[in-house]
């Protein structure tokens, strides 16, 4: 049996400008995925995944010779599973050419939480086929590749697409007041690739992506709270300007006494909220259960 596990992950900064080389803040997550694959003497790939709560949520058994899907109760995932392992075999032509065997895959988060439950599979996947990942995303779900720096990572990273060649500089990001640092759940999962998508039509100024270097960079060097805060403040402000969208304080949070940014897609996924130990007690009686400190999320 080989086993490979990959990190969930979350974007602190730099969300859509990184896909126009803006620096962009990224940290691995505690949790994450794992794939187990028994090789069997067999021409079939039986694939089982199941879920934080060990339920199975997807099953489908394959052809070898050709990813053919023979058996499956979610035939729009078979697909995409199979499209991804057939560039995996366009990428090494000797992946699963004899034999087959089972693959288990186990997630350690909600797969509607947007931690990534796409790039741990590619991660996973390419870890075991020994091939590239970035070429896997780009020819399966797409994206800035962030999401798969994040999950072999150790550290938090800066993560930098130059020349269409993802640049990975790890760094020192342990912010002394984390503990008033959250993450909240918007119970609102965003279609990243659709994202992306619509994103491609937006027009962004060279001078645009530099202030977002620059704030990527500002909130790595934050000393104080108050200037963590006034960062996210205007990463929003710049955001918000780009996309032609309201900030989520402004639409939601008016009243919150503290800093609150997006994360990834806007609208959708998790936020970030600074704010104090009272935090978790404002967003649950707005209705949003799900609130993780800082220092249980990030690995």
């Given amino acids: 049996m080989k086993e490979y596990y990959s990190h969930g992950k979350l974007l602190l900064s730099g969300e859509y400008i990184v896909l126009r080389g803006a620096k962009a803040l990224a940290i691995p997550c505690k ?60 990428q090494k032509n000797t992946f699963l050419n ?48 962030y999401d798969i720096a994040c999950a072999t990572a150790k550290k938090p990273l800066v993560y930098q697409i130059s020349n269409t060649v993802p640049e990975i500089e790890e760094v020192e990001f342990d912010p002394s007041f984390k503990s008033n640092l959250y993450f909240v759940n918007l119970n609102q999962k965003k279609n990243s690739s659709t994202a992306v998508q619509q994103f491609k039509n937006i027009v962004v100024s060279p001078e645009k992506v530099l202030q977002t270097s620059a704030l990527t960079r500002q909130l790595i060097d934050a000393k104080t709270q108050s200037d963590f805060e006034l960062y996210m403040m205007q990463h929003e402000t710049l955001l918000g300007e780009i996309l032609g969208l309201k900030t989520i304080k402004e639409t939601h949070f008016q009243n919150f006494q503290g800093a609150i940014k997006s994360l990834g897609a806007w609208g959708g996924d998790f936020i970030l909220a600074s704010g104090n130990k009272n935090t978790p007690d404002y967003f649950k009686k707005k209705g949003f259960k799900v609130v993780v400190p800082y220092e249980e999320m990030v690995y």
């Fill in 98 to 145: 004899e034999k087959g065997g089972t693959v288990a895959t186990q997630l350690e988060f909600d797969r509607h939480w947007g931690l990534g439950s796409s790039s741990t599979l590619i991660s996973n996947l390419s870890q075991w086929s020994k091939t590239n990942p970035y070429l896997l995303l780009e020819n399966s779900f797409g994206g800035s590749g």
């Fill in 31 to 90: 949790v994450g995925q794992s794939l187990k694959f028994t090789p069997q003497d067999t021409a079939l790939l039986k694939w089982q995944s199941w879920d934080h709560n060990g339920q199975l949520w997807f099953s489908v058994i394959f052809s070898i010779s050709d990813f053919e899907i023979l058996n499956t109760d979610t035939p729009e995932m078979a697909n995409r599973l199979a499209q991804i392992l057939k560039q995996i075999r366009l």
